[in-house]
Nanobody
Framework: QVQLVESGGGSVQSGGSLRLSCAAS?????MGWFRQAPGREREGVAA???????GYGDSVKGRFTIASDHAKNTIYLQMNSLEPEDTAVYYC?????????????????????WGQGTPVTVSS
């Protein structure tokens, strides 16, 4: 079972930036990020395949960028123009499946491995 270690969460003011990192303990084909705010359902943020194809949730398109470093089995989430609505616990996810590039999933049930989560707080 691959393990995921997240880092980079914290507090920032509205309009600021943060970068999250997630290191996998072994080879994984597809990784991504979800988030969950208090009282809300988990929301797909972004996902990326080992081929570099990526996908984003509608609420973060144009503001967040997902990237990967295959040599380190690590993904990153660069979050810019952060808003208070981005406040949530961010979870790294992984699934050793090569999904179709046209349908990279952002549904929780598509990923079997989850990290512990890292909190992000954006103040106005």
């Amino acid at each position: 079972q691959v393990q995921l270690v997240e880092s980079g969460g914290g507090s920032v003011q509205s309009g600021g930036s943060l970068r999250l990192s997630c290191a996998a303990s072994g080879f994984i084909y597809t990784m991504g990020w979800f988030r969950q705010a208090p009282g809300r359902e988990r929301e797909g943020v972004a996902a990326i395949g080992r081929d570099g194809v990526s996908g984003y949730g509608d609420s973060v398109k144009g503001r967040f960028t997902i990237a990967s470093d295959h040599a380190k089995n690590t993904i990153y989430l660069q979050m810019n123009s952060l808003e208070p609505e981005d406040t949530a616990v961010y979870y790294c996810v992984a699934q050793n499946t090569k999904f179709s590039p046209a349908s990279l999933p952002l549904t929780p049930t598509s990923y079997s491995t989850w990290g512990q989560g890292t909190p992000v707080t954006v103040s106005s």
